[in-house]
T-cell receptor
Framework: AQSVTQPDIHITVSEGASLELRCNYSYGATPYLFWYVQSPGQGLQLLLKYFSGDTLVQGIKGFEAEFKRSQSSFNLRKPSVHWSDAAEYFCAVSNQAGTALIFGKGTTLSVSS | GAVVSQHPSWVICKSGTSVKIECRSLDFQATTMFWYRQFPKQSLMLMATSNEGSKATYEQGVEKDKFLINHASLTLSTLTVTSAHPEDSSFYIC?????????????FGPGTRLTVL
């Protein structure tokens, strides 16, 4: 069965510092991987996605993620965090684009000044 | 493009009443819509998959007689929580997938906060 693990429940980063949010997945075939951000009381916004091709994908708001098949990982990174990045981040996987997503439990990002 | 709306954005109802939540794809035709549920501080859990013109497929543990889903057109799906109880209070989020030739991804609505008193 597909599953997604986000090992970090809560991360605090200083404004301007770099960020890496971890995501590991379990899936037998090539997964379709997504990162979403959710602000309090809001819906989900897609940050980036990976279907195939270049394993380093660029997203919106300066985020990027790298697919590493050998490690079953799809970690999200940002070189310099802004206070407005404070939110909940979800990693998700599906077996093909457009099917129901399996979400990780999420990582709450706090940004300190 | 690819905007999904939900109505209402929040609703408060008394225990025992029914509540209908609408999910609309505003600028594309959605052949499939998904309904998720999110409890506070938790992740999204898929409740059901709805294909236009056919019966919804419910995930294990989701009561189909309690959570009625209708996907009568290519732009609208509804979720009706029947005889709602306080434990049904949650954040309900829909997403929509378009026709394969145009939109191959899933787009999320802003969510509906349901509070049952």
């Amino acid at each position: 069965a597909q599953s997604v693990t986000q090992p970090d429940i809560h991360i605090t980063v200083s404004e301007g510092a770099s960020l890496e949010l971890r995501c590991n997945y379990s899936y037998g075939a090539t997964p379709y991987l997504f990162w979403y951000v959710q602000s309090p009381g809001q819906g989900l916004q897609l940050l980036l996605k990976y279907f195939s091709g270049d394993t380093l994908v660029q997203g919106i708001k300066g985020f990027e993620a790298e697919f590493k098949r050998s490690q079953s990982s799809f970690n999200l990174r940002k070189p310099s965090v802004h206070w407005s990045d404070a939110a909940e981040y979800f990693c998700a996987v599906s077996n093909q684009a457009g099917t129901a997503l399996i979400f990780g439990k999420g990582t709450t990002l706090s940004v300190s000044s | 493009g690819a905007v999904v709306s939900q109505h209402p954005s929040w609703v408060i109802c008394k225990s025992g009443t029914s509540v209908k939540i609408e999910c609309r794809s505003l600028d594309f035709q959605a052949t499939t819509m998904f309904w998720y549920r999110q409890f506070p501080k938790q992740s999204l859990m898929l409740m059901a998959t709805s294909n236009e013109g056919s019966k919804a497929t419910y995930e294990q543990g989701v009561e189909k007689d309690k959570f009625l889903i209708n996907h009568a057109s290519l732009t609208l799906s509804t979720l009706t929580v029947t005889s709602a109880h306080p434990e049904d209070s949650s954040f309900y989020i829909c997403s929509a997938r378009g026709l394969l030739s145009s939109y191959n991804e899933q787009f999320f609505g802003p969510g509906t906060r349901l509070t049952v008193l």
